[in-house]
């Protein structure tokens, strides 16, 4: 699903290496986890692969289904399915949540060549779908993020996701400012979307998050590296004894 | 002293091309009395302090500079709106293309022909108001044109009307000079709204005069035309009575040169005045809101919302001001001017000002100038909306406390959709 090789980004602005070669394998049906100390390049990892200005890759590639992904837009890349669910959704003020989710449906429809979803069908998808997110009507029609609490933010994220139905999803850490209640609800968002034909990738600070959506496999990433791999115990194994004693191991 | 004789000399030149229309002894007095504010004035220069962000040479030299025809594949506006439509063609009444001047509630006359009535309620108005929003700020094109004006609507208000009039301007002659006059007075109670579009002529010098009595609603909605190459100056002076309503919006989407001034006195108390506009300019675009509001009452509620997108080199003029009198106790002033760059030849040049002579008002005012919010440009894109379509989202976003002035929910959506029309056809 999603092949990272070798990649080495830099700021665009300063002479700065943030990410020092990254090899990834996400396949189809999977979930890999990316665990790491803070300034260890897992959400540079996220906007490059999202297609944020500001980096500059100078070797190495990133392909999802075989398709060069640095090579496109931002939209082409949500086209193509992939999805980042932002650590910061973004308020936008003026837009309406409705608006944006549609226009962005239908954009991405349009972009693969399918039928735009009419504005009935896409009323009935969407109130379901918020409706398992515990989003109500009025959060629809409001301004997106604006005045949404942080874990409003989040669950709109998870709604965005499931009305875009990515093949690709990065989870960038989503578990940031929930509480235990708001963390199982985007948990179970996510998980009801585990399907074998789509791939997830998450990042996050801690190991709690992995407790609510199980990963396949785990990475930790240190100094713009991947410098270890495992199974579900290895977030067990940071979550007991820290990342001090992983990075002592591979250095 | 060379100035002002270079002042005296490009007023006599315009001057000398002009004639007084006659007929009528009330509407040739208030002709005369505007021409001798013309003469006393001269006509604006570069070197006004009123005029220094925008060049007044192409409004007052002899003959208007050609202006290219409109597009015709771009849509009008207003069209789903049930209204009493008047039409004028390079400021020439079209008797064919308009409606019967009647409705239920309103008397309606032409300024061509109303010399030779005797309209005393028009005497009380046409070049009234004009004349009392000569100070403290000079607005000599506005006295040009209560002297010269060819034409224009009278309109008297005594019930609510049952639909919008609609003044229509078409443009047809690429060096038509058009000199529009309006006069209105809502009367007590009553409630009006009018509707203007289109480009009017290659030069349109367009006054119009409102007169809100005590407890009556003035609504204005107003798109000004297509053709990008017209140039016009136009002059609201409204006086707002006691609990009235006074509320005008304007579009404004294309037009090498727009100098729109409003000047609102608000007279009575408890009164209401929301003055606001939307400007999109692309290019060879110059777009002046010069507002003048004074309260002169208590409890009295103002707002004035100015919203610019500026591009390829547009520049965006704002001077805003808010009079509280003395007196003029509980006033609540809100004055807001802000622009959208997209890029780095576009310029704004706002000047807010407050004038307080009252201790208990609220009174606040804002100037902003920005980029578009590239992190916002980017989540767009990244939930798969191409970059143009998330522009023009972010615009839509930016001008929306404008349009949100329009109190009728379907000619906001009119004033939308075509808003939307016009970005998606200037798609880069």
């Known amino acids: ?251 | 002293m060379a100035a002002l004789a270079r002042k005296a000399d490009v007023t006599a030149d315009r001057l000398a091309v002009l004639d007084l229309p006659q007929g009528g002894k009330w509407a040739t007095e208030a002709r005369q009395a505007a021409l001798a504010r013309v003469n006393a004035m001269g006509l604006p220069g570069r070197r006004d302090e009123y005029w220094k962000y925008t060049d007044p040479t192409n409004l007052t030299v002899p003959e208007a500079p050609p202006a290219a025809l409109f597009d015709p594949r771009e849509t009008p506006v207003f069209d789903d709106t049930e209204r009493l439509q008047i039409v004028f063609v390079d400021g020439v009444f079209d008797a064919e293309a308009s409606d019967d001047l009647e409705m239920a509630g309103l008397e309606i006359s032409r300024l061509a022909e109303a010399g030779g009535h005797d309209i005393h309620w028009a005497k009380d108005v046409y070049g009234v108001l004009e004349a009392s929003g000569q100070a403290p700020v000079e607005r000599p094109l506005a006295a040009l044109n209560t002297a010269y004006a060819t034409d224009g609507v009278l309109i008297r208000v005594t019930g609510k009307a049952a639909k919008p009039v609609s003044l229509m301007y078409l443009h047809k002659s690429e060096t038509s000079d058009a000199i529009l006059h309006h006069t209105i007075r809502v009367e007590k109670g009553a409630d009006l709204t009018i509707l203007e579009n289109g480009p009017a002529a290659a030069r349109f010098n367009k006054c119009m005069e409102v007169d809100v009595a005590d407890g009556a609603a003035f609504h204005h909605i107003r798109v000004q035309g297509r053709d990008h190459e017209r140039r016009a100056a136009t002059h609201i002076f409204a006086r707002v009575g006691a609990a009235a309503t006074f509320k005008s919006f304007t579009l404004t989407v294309n037009g090498r040169l727009t100098r729109n001034e409003a000047v609102i006195e608000i007279v009575g108390d408890e009164a209401v005045a929301h003055i606001a506009g939307a400007s999109v300019g692309d290019g060879d675009f110059h777009h002046d809101d010069t507002v003048f509001v004074t309260h002169d009452a208590v409890n009295c509620e103002s707002r004035q919302v100015f919203k610019k997108v500026l591009r390829n080199g547009a520049t965006g003029v704002f001077q805003g001001k808010i009079l509280v009198k003395e007196g003029a106790q509980k006033t609540d002033g809100y004055q807001i001017s802000q622009s959208l760059l997209l890029d780095e030849d576009s310029q704004f040049l706002a000047k807010p000002e407050l004038e307080i002579y009252a201790d208990d008002v609220i009174c606040s005012h804002g100037s902003t100038s920005g980029a578009i919010d590239e992190t916002a440009l980017f989540y767009l894109r990244s939930r798969g909306v191409p970059e143009a379509a998330a522009t023009d989202l972010l615009v839509l976003a930016f001008l929306a406390e404008a349009l949100d002035e329009i109190e009728d929910e379907g000619l906001r959506e009119g004033i939308l959709a075509h808003l939307e029309g016009w970005l998606a056809r200037r798609r880069r």
Do not use: W
Not at chain 1, 132 to 138: G, K, T, V, Y
């Open chain 1, 1 to 251: 699903m999603l092949e990272i090789k070798n990649l080495h980004v830099k700021l665009e602005e300063e002479d700065k290496a943030i990410l020092k070669g990254v090899d990834l394998t996400v396949e189809a049906g999977k979930v890999h986890a990316i665990m790491g100390p803070n300034g260890s390049g897992k959400s540079t990892l996220s906007y490059v692969l999202s297609g944020r200005d500001g980096y500059v890759v100078t070797e190495g590639a990133a392909h999802l289904e075989g398709e060069d992904l640095l090579e496109m837009e931002p939209e082409e890349r949500a086209a193509a399915g992939l999805f980042l669910a932002f650590q910061y959704p973004v308020e936008i003020p003026g837009v309406g949540n409705m608006t944006f989710l549609r226009t962005a449906v239908n954009a991405q429809r349009k972009a693969r060549g399918e039928e735009e979803m009419s504005a009935a069908d896409f009323l009935k998808v969407i109130r379901a779908k918020a409706k398992e997110l515990n989003i109500d009507a009025e959060m629809l029609k409001r301004p997106v993020n604006v005045g949404f609490s942080g874990g409003e933010k989040k669950r709109n994220e998870i709604l965005q996701m499931a009305m875009l139905e990515p093949k690709m999803c990065i989870l960038d850490e989503t578990d940031s400012g929930l509480d235990v209640d708001a963390m199982r609800l985007v948990a179970d968002g996510v998980n009801a979307l585990r399907d074998a034909g789509r791939g997830f990738l998450v990042i996050t600070h801690y190991q709690r998050l992995l407790d609510h959506i199980k990963p396949d496999v785990v990475h930790i990433m240190a100094d713009g590296r991947i410098v270890k791999t495992g199974g579900p115990d290895l977030a067990l194994e940071v979550e007991n004894n820290g990342y001090a004693d992983i990075l002592a191991e591979v250095a």
